[in-house]
């Protein structure tokens, strides 16, 4: 048997802080800024997102549902929207939304960490980054998120995956429209959603040798779905069973989180895209139009980390990457780990192209569905990162859009 001192070098790579040889090297996506742009199309989006922050709550519904208006906006503009369907689209997210409430009280520099993970201090952590924007930071609100985001003994980057993911979606799409509203509302989101998941990525104590191990994390999501004691942790599956998963049962998902062996950070993250997608599309059994709300935001959640890699530190780069990997494990788990089969999805698209499938995600039934929307989106450029040479991402994206009845599990 292998000394315990030779897993020392992987335990390491997973949490020295300073390896830039860690660093998985993408090329930044393309930024749209909105906020400079004169044409009618990227103004009407910096109006609606400033009409989204100022009218609108980012938690609502008792503080359980997030504001996915700039999701939604952000990923139709780069589908090509006309300014006339966005505002559709705006109308159409508003109706449900809900309109700022203060605060308890003021959050101040002195004491914000006091305030994290209580939804009722949204407001009061909006006003908090948007003065630090302002007062010390010139309007720059990529200082903001290195200051508070990128910054001290805890960074709220290592939170990311709080409340559904929806903190890291939120600033994936700040970097990528160039937005400050949607970057104050990703650092209040990161306040609010702070949750005991920080911990996973904060405290090295927690990664560890796995009793296995695999650089394939098909291999690991298929030994999830055979791994009986996972069968029978829950008499239901659904998010309630997320907090509970940890509770009881952490030793399960450490075992399934450190299991995934990054040798190669790049690869395997290309890999970890693949694999989103097929959580999302490939789990639905053809005729079930079965797809799984919870399960979308582990393919939006990718996404965003594709977006976030070439933007921040590269001491965050693995780390980044491993948080999604425990917010794949537990949703995997919760939801009793349905079968991944490629067979559902077929490999003859019939000719129909990308173009086909941004008609049907802006015009189609569905195209005021945030997360069908963004679903389309992401699956987009995971195919222009990595390329589709055997149009396996446009098979999915189009199983999609002809396939899609709804959700299931919603919200």
């Known amino acids: 048997m292998a000394s315990i001192l030779s897993y020392v070098p992987v335990v390491n790579r997973f949490i020295t802080s300073n390896d830039e040889s860690r660093s998985i ?11 400079t742009a004169p044409e009618k199309r990227p103004r009407t989006l910096k109006h609606l997102l400033r009409a989204n922050h100022v009218n609108h709550s980012i938690l609502y519904n008792h503080l359980h549902y997030h504001n996915h208006m700039p999701h939604i906006l952000c990923s139709a503009y780069l589908l090509g929207a ?12 508003a109706k449900e939304l809900e309109p700022w409430v203060p605060s308890p009280a003021e959050v101040t520099k002195d004491d914000w960490r006091t305030f994290l993970g209580d939804g009722r201090y949204q407001r009061a952590f909006v006003d908090f980054f948007e003065d630090a924007m302002v007062m010390r930071h010139n309007y720059d609100w990529k200082k903001v998120v290195e200051e508070y985001m990128l910054s001290g003994k805890e960074p709220l980057v290592n939170c990311l995956i ?3 993911g929806h903190p890291l979606i939120h600033l994936g799409y700040a970097y990528e429209v160039d937005n400050k509203e949607i970057a104050i509302e990703a650092l209040a989101l990161s306040a609010t959603q702070y949750s005991f998941l920080h911990k996973y990525s904060d405290d090295p104590s927690y990664t560890k040798p796995s009793s296995f191990k695999s650089s394939s994390l098909l291999e690991l999501l298929t030994r999830m779905a055979n791994d009986q004691r996972l069968g029978k942790l829950f008499e239901e599956p659904g998010f309630s069973n997320f907090g509970p998963l940890f509770e009881h049962h952490e030793d399960l998902v450490m075992e399934y989180w450190n299991a995934w062996s990054l040798d190669d950070p790049k690869k395997q993250f290309q890999e970890s895209q693949e694999v989103a997608v097929s959580l999302f599309v490939a789990t639905v059994p053809p005729g079930t139009h079965a797809y799984n709300f919870f399960i979308v935001h582990l393919l939006t959640s990718s996404h965003a980390v594709r977006i976030l890699l070439p933007m921040i530190p590269a001491k965050f780069h693995v780390s980044l990457v491993r948080q999604w990997w425990l917010f794949t494990v537990a949703v995997y788990a919760i939801f009793e780990c349905p079968k991944i089969d490629p067979d559902y999805v077929t490999s003859d698209v019939a000719g129909k192209q990308w173009n086909y499938v941004e008609d049907k995600a ?3 039934a569905y195209a005021t569905d945030a997360h069908f929307v963004k679903a389309v989106r992401a699956m987009k450029e995971a195919a222009r990162t990595w390329g589709d040479v055997h149009e396996r991402y446009l ?9 899609f009845r709804g959700w299931t599990h919603p919200h």
């Open 25 to 35: 090297d993408l090329p930044p996506v393309e930024v749209h800024h909105v906020e």
């Open 362 to 364: 802006l015009n189609g």
């Open 162 to 164: 709080g409340g559904l």
């Open 82 to 93: 006309s300014d006339t369907q966005l505002h559709k689209i705006y109308d159409a997210e």
């Open 395 to 403: 098979a999915a994206a189009v199983r999609l859009v002809d396939d």
